[in-house]
């Protein structure tokens, strides 16, 4: 039940209003000044009391407020601030104010008095004017960055949009849509994706940030836009109230970022075949001495075997020719590896989740970064002494190659997962990268790393290989975890700095 107060007087309100208020006679002497007032005019209350109002009232304005005055006395009648209502007073200290002012007349026992109260007007037209300045340079980004606003009312279940947005979005009239007809124009293959983000940044736990890709069907032709939004949720008694964003069309960076991916895989694979093929001219040319040698003694040491005269000398003559042969081959293969590898290492202190966050970019903007990334980071983490470019050829190999798997099956949602920990026992990070596409057999576990083994039909077969020596050129250990349930999960070590 509400108490509603009874016992308040006229000047205990009067006294608490915010506004500045002054109470005057039907004769126009100032009756009672509230502390807004005396604030506003510079004036004490005892200062102002039983003056006529004039005093207050700039001396050019005077006999237009007689005027007024006599108006409003021959009808006193309430009327509100606005157009038509403002008067020009002066402060104590001679300051000039345009005021908008209300009149209210209160009758007490046949006596008439008048309620008048301020609003300064300067500063009503400064918030204008500044708002306006401020719709008006929003208005001029949105403009020029093509961006569209919307603001999707959780509760409700229903998205306001702002004009740019209804036209990317096939132009309705309406300003607000439904979330199930705004989710319509979506791409059916990307709308799980772009559901998990979002249900990602409901989560209170998080920071309601919300950053999604996507694409948008055109009813009419069936024509794509590629679409980048980005905004935040707001939250209210710990449960997702309003996601708020923009969003704008980046189908032509999309198209010019395949058109670029496309060339570079072209150049890519071009190079990694050129460089296989030198690579394994190189590897025949050391080889083909030794091996003819090794071919040559084991015939004599066969013949020796099946001729009547075979002595143990000639066999083992022909036996450590086939040793020192083989072990000619392997000096020369070292030294071959030796060359391919020469240069110092240099390596410096780094923090790893940057080196994961740069290798991430990297792959998004390569075409590869449509997925769901589940980023679990650990903060505080020591930094690692390593290679930055090795290290960050690694990562971009396994985010590729994890992208790649998972485009090979029909998933509602692709999912890549990074974790970062302190290995137990260890002065090393471990890095943890996973996917949730159709895993590895165990033939593929068994020969992942070998070199030239390969399950992509344009691959080499190089790229698991080298990664591995990338890290253990840095003092780490790359390898695969066989014990997965779901999709492929590498792990990789690098050693803290000292």
Not at 13 to 39: R, T
Not at 51 to 75: C, D, G, S, T
Not at 76 to 92: D, H, I
Not at 118 to 146: C, M, P, T, Y
């Amino acid at each position: 039940m509400i108490t509603v107060p009874t016992n308040l007087s006229f000047v205990t309100m009067f006294e608490a209003a915010a506004d500045a208020m002054l109470l005057a006679e039907e004769s126009g002497h100032i009756v009672l000044v509230n502390p807004a007032a005396q604030q506003l005019f510079g004036y004490s209350a005892d200062e102002l009391s039983g003056l006529a109002i004039e005093i207050l009232i700039v001396p050019r304005y005077r006999k237009q407020y007689r005027y007024h005055q006599e108006l409003f006395l021959n009808k006193p009648t309430k009327r509100s601030m606005g157009a038509g209502n403002e008067l020009m007073v002066l402060s104590r200290d001679g300051k000039e104010m345009l005021l908008d002012i209300s009149l209210s007349p209160i009758r007490v026992q046949q006596q008439l008095y008048v309620l008048i109260t301020f609003n300064a007007i300067n500063r009503r037209l400064d918030v204008e004017e500044a708002l306006r300045i401020s719709e008006e340079r929003l208005r001029l980004a949105k403009q020029a960055a093509g961006l569209g606003i919307f603001d999707y009312d959780i509760k409700r279940n229903i998205i306001y949009w702002d004009k740019q947005m209804r036209k990317l979005w096939g132009e309705p009239s309406e300003t607000t849509v439904s979330y199930e007809e705004f989710v319509a124009r979506i791409h059916p293959e990307d709308r799980a994706a772009r559901q998990t983000v979002i249900e990602y940044a409901m989560n209170p736990a998080g920071n309601g940030e919300f950053k999604a890709e996507y694409r948008i069907v055109d009813p009419i032709n069936s024509s794509e836009r590629w679409i980048s939004a980005s905004g935040r949720v707001y939250f209210e008694a710990g449960y997702a109230n309003r996601l708020i964003g923009v969003t704008r069309d980046v189908t032509e960076q999309k198209n010019t970022q395949k058109k670029l991916q496309m060339q570079r895989d072209e150049t890519e694979n071009i190079l990694k075949q050129q460089i296989a093929a030198r690579t394994a001219s190189a590897i025949a040319h050391e080889l083909n001495q030794p091996l003819a040698a090794i071919s040559a003694y084991s015939e004599v040491a066969l013949h020796a075997i099946h001729n009547d005269g075979f002595t143990s000398d000639s066999l083992k003559r022909a036996l450590e020719g086939c040793v020192e042969q083989a072990q000619r081959a392997g000096r020369s293969l070292h030294e071959l590896l030796a060359f391919l590898q020469k240069g110092e290492l240099v390596t410096e202190r780094l923090n790893l989740n940057d080196l994961i966050r740069d290798a991430l970019t990297i792959v998004s903007n390569d075409g590869h970064g449509k997925f769901y990334l589940a980023l679990r980071l650990q903060q505080n983490l020591p930094v690692v002494q390593c290679n930055r470019i090795q290290v960050q050829k690694v990562l971009v190999n396994l985010f590729r190659n994890a992208d790649e798997a998972m485009r090979a099956v029909d998933l509602p949602t692709l999912t890549i997962t990074t974790q970062i920990d302190t290995m137990n026992g260890t002065d090393k990070a471990l890095v943890i990268v996973q996917d949730n596409g159709p895993g590895l057999d165990a033939v593929m576990t068994k020969r992942i790393f070998e070199p030239f083994f390969t399950t992509k039909p344009a691959g080499i077969g190089m790229g698991l290989a080298i990664s591995r020596a990338l890290i253990e050129t840095n003092g780490g250990h790359l390898w695969l975890d066989s014990d997965t349930q779901s999709g492929a999960k590498f792990l990789f070590t690098l050693p803290f700095a000292p």
